[in-house]
């Protein structure tokens, strides 16, 4: 007890000359500050010291001795701490020196906590002193008054965190890693990205939603802002906090409070909105469907908010591509997404193949009524769909919406002249798609099977038959149809750039874009082709295709493709003379191959022009069927 008294004079005399002097606190002395601060409400005046010490920029050993004797400090006090909320409710006028000391004590932990978050979220402080700081944090956010979760520091956290830099992105993992097994933690943390986005979703400051299919078509007008910044963080959040059907029976009710209510205190009304939450979520009467209801609420809010926002290209891009699984089948209620969504749709492009996926949902399982959707998906269908990153969750999309019998024939068909016009212009991994998408249809709609073998005669006698006038009178009216008189001069009746199905002109047309793949250069698309053609003929011995066999498609998969296959005969190219060029005269009548620059003419002594090299013609009023090349 001597040596103890003998130390604490010396440390105090010690402090007292550096203090003066301005210099930095050792270790030693801040070890002996913290055992005084712990042995006696005396020496209170340490905890400004040792609240001094914590910043970013100190030592990592004096930061973690000065954390360890604060926390040891503040842990015990906690439940004795008034809240924010109580002392301003006071009017400080009469306050007793119990009152004052519990006010200022509770000014000291606040600077506590925003000394710890300041600490955690900057990039210059050690990765090891993060994590203390986080785990001291969490410790206060569990220790609150009566137990309950103290929400208003943990708001302060994400916060932080939102607003920072990206280099926070390792303690966000952290605290993933850590506490986002815990749901409370969960439920508050959709609580305060709630309150997050809407903070940040202000019309003064960033502008308002409608403007963000301006900023989609211009993305490259603005550079990253902290905006920007903050909701990538909050999108990483949301995508780190796991649903809560995913937890198991056990994990469900895995609480980080030590929170214990009983069913009276259910029906409290306190004016306190949070309390009355913590309440409810800690009490172990309240029925796991109950937890589940309160849980979907917030994280339904918390989602709605975040897509106010005026997202970036690539995060909006990205929540379209799992809106469809990560976030629909978790919310109270999907349809509320269906404005987002139509929007969305209504874009065009690769948004709106990106929002079919939660578009189709709504539809088929939420009750949402679209009038104007295949019109809208029968746009979509343009050569760069084909290379877009999503396309094989949209081709398989497409075949599953066309999948109906219930479709009207000209709609049927207007599609499959879409695509088969698409075959043209696409790689041979979007042509195998397009066979497939068409054998399927053909085989769900036989009303439109005309289209593989239609002629011209075959559309005149058909719609005579249909009228029921004398043949040789409907074929004059027939000549005056433009659709007629173009599928006679070889003009497909077709309109490729009409917009609606209904005014196509696809039941006039035919499939003749798919009989020029017989003859395609990848022996792949020319045998699917001629499988296609067997397939429609014996149906009761074929299926449908899937479409996800082909979806995925490239070169690249082409090519392993028929690496791959065994073949009976290779084709050996044999030549009796080693050739000199790629094409003879003989395979291309009329043609001849030779550079037609600086072209030279020399007259020999038979008075017979002879070409050095070249190619010329003589005469340019005759018609050259073959030009003759003499050479020396």
Known sequence: MASFQENRQKHHHTKKKKDKKGETLTVEDLKFLGLQLLSSRAHINNLPILLSVLSPTSSANLVLES???????????????????SLSKKTGAEEDPDAFYSSWLRARFDELVNSLIEIAVSYT?????????????????????????????????????????????????????????YIDICYFTYTSLDKISKDCN????????????????????????????????????????????????????????????SPKDENN?????????????????????????KFKLRFTKAWLSFLKLSLPLDVYKEVLATLHQNVIPYMSNPAILCDFLIRSYDIGGVISVMALSGLFILMTQHGLEYPKFYEKLYVLLKPDVFMAKHRAGFFQLLDTCLKSSYLPAYLAAAFIKKLSRLALSVPPSGELIIIALIHNLLRRHPSINFLVQQQVDDLVNGDASAEGDDFEEYVMKSNADPAVQSMKHCIDPFNNEEANPLKSNAMRSSLWEIDTLRHHYCPAVSRFVASLENDLTVRAKTS?????????????????????????????????ETPTCLFNESDFPGWSFGDHQQVGVEENGNGVDRVVGKITLESEDRDVKRLRIESY
């Open 125 to 181: 402080s050690v990765e090891a002193i993060k994590d203390v700081a986080l785990d001291a944090i969490m410790d206060f956010v569990k220790q609150e008054k009566e137990g309950r979760f103290n929400s208003s520091i943990y708001y302060r956290l994400l916060k932080s965190i939102v607003s920072s830099a990206p280099s926070t992105h390792p303690l966000l993992n952290q605290l993933a890693a850590k506490y986002f097994k």
């Open 67 to 85: 954390l360890i004797s604060l926390q040891s400090f503040f842990l015990p006090l906690l439940p004795e701490v008034p809240s924010a909320s």
């Open 269 to 293: 009304k306190s004016s306190n909105v949070i309390d009355v939450e913590v309440g409810l979520l800690g009490s172990k009467m309240l029925s796991k469907d109950r937890i589940m209801k």
């Open 544 to 576: 449908e295709m899937a479409i996800s066999d082909f979806s995925s498609g490239s070169y690249a998969t082409i090519f392993r493709e028929e690496v791959r296959r065994r073949i009976k005969q290779c084709p050996v190219a044999f030549y009796r």
């Open 202 to 261: 202000s019309t003064t400051i960033y502008g308002t939603t409608d403007d963000r299919k301006d900023n989609l078509q211009n993305p490259g007008e603005e550079t990253e802002s902290r905006f920007e910044v903050s909701i990538r963080t909050i999108y990483k959040i949301l995508s780190c906090v796991p649903p809560l059907e995913t937890l198991d029976e056990q994990q469900s009710h895995e609480m980080w409070s030590q929170l214990r209510l």
